[in-house]
Every structure is written in structure tokens, then in C-alpha cells.
């Protein structure tokens, strides 16, 4: 159930920019918070304990329910740069209280990290930290001042090429780093 519940929030976040372009036609803005508000609050009550999971929930459906009752477009585009402060929340913070996020991720696969490597993942975790705080700046421009058209084409497509770029680029630097051509 918590795969699923987490399987669908993945889907609205990744389809929400689109959603709200198309949709704004046949959907009212409550109707959207509710909507989400659900998949969050189904997360809440049955999704993994993971760090930052009830914190980031309860800013989810309080965002939610602000949506829900204001019923406003404007606030409808909020939600990106919401996603992108939890997750720089998330990265940040674990870089003050430790273990850092990408240490913890690549401990999964090498659980005997050595030293250089937990002083390489720090670095990336501080880069990832940067992306997240630019891209939740960007998006609330684009929020604040753009047309719906720039928005919709930045949160739903740009950012997420963003993002695998610097997913690329990483790897391509942890290659040379552990000494593979």
C-alpha cells in the first residue's frame, strides 16, 4: 500500500504541471487540493516512516487545504516550489544532522563508504542543495510573473531535464573520481 500511495504522489507531482494547464478548463483549484490532499494524507497515515516524511505531509496538506478553501488559480502554481523546499529541507538538513542525502544513498549500494568517498558525497549533497534552492527560486518567478504556457514548461519539463543533467554529470565525475574510464 505505501509503494502505491508513494508510486501515486510521484505521478502527480511529475503530471501536476500538466494537470493544472490542461486541466484548469474542466477543474476547479479546490478540486486539485483535494485531490492531492489525499495522496498526501494517504501518506501520512500509511507511508514508511522515512526522515522528513510527517513534516513534509503535514506542509503538503496544509498547502492542500489552504488550496482547497481559497480555490485560487494563482496559488495552483505554488505547489512546484513547495516540492523544491522540501527537498532542499530534506538535503539541507541532512548535511547539519548527518548522514549526508547522498551518502545514505550510496551507502544502499556500498555500505563500507571510504573516507574519500563520505567527503565526495558531502560535496554532492551541497551541490544538490544549490539546484533545489535555484529551482524553487525559478519556479516561484515563474509563479509570480510568467505566463501559464513558460510555467507549465518549466516545472514539467525543464526542471525535470535539469535534474537528470546533473544526474548525468555526477556520475560522469564519480566515474573519475573512483578511477573508471
Known sequence: ????????LLLAGLLYPFA???GMEHFAPWQFGLLLGSL????????ARKPGSLWMATGAIAFCLLLALLDSPLLLRWYPVL???????????????GPPMV??????????LPAKA?????????????F?????????????????R???????????????LLFAIEWLIRQRVRGHP
Open 40 to 47: 498526501w494524507l494517504a501518506r501520512a497515515l500509511f507511508g
Open 118 to 130: 563520505i567527503v565526495y558525497t558531502r560535496q554532492v549533497t551541497i551541490v544538490w542543495c544549490v
Open 132 to 148: 533545489f534552492l535555484c529551482n524553487g527560486l525559478l519556479a516561484a518567478a515563474l509563479t509570480l510573473w510568467a505566463p501559464l
Open 1 to 8: 500500500m505505501s509503494r502505491l500511495i508513494g508510486l501515486g
Open 103 to 112: 551518502e545514505r544513498l550510496a551507502r544502499l549500494r556500498e555500505p563500507q
Open 83 to 97: 516540492i523544491s523546499v522540501f527537498m532542499l529541507g530534506l538535503f539541507g538538513l541532512s548535511l547539519k544532522y
Open 150 to 164: 513558460w510555467w507549465m514548461l518549466y516545472t514539467g519539463l525543464i526542471s525535470y531535464g535539469l535534474m537528470g
Open 20 to 22: 493544472v494547464y490542461f
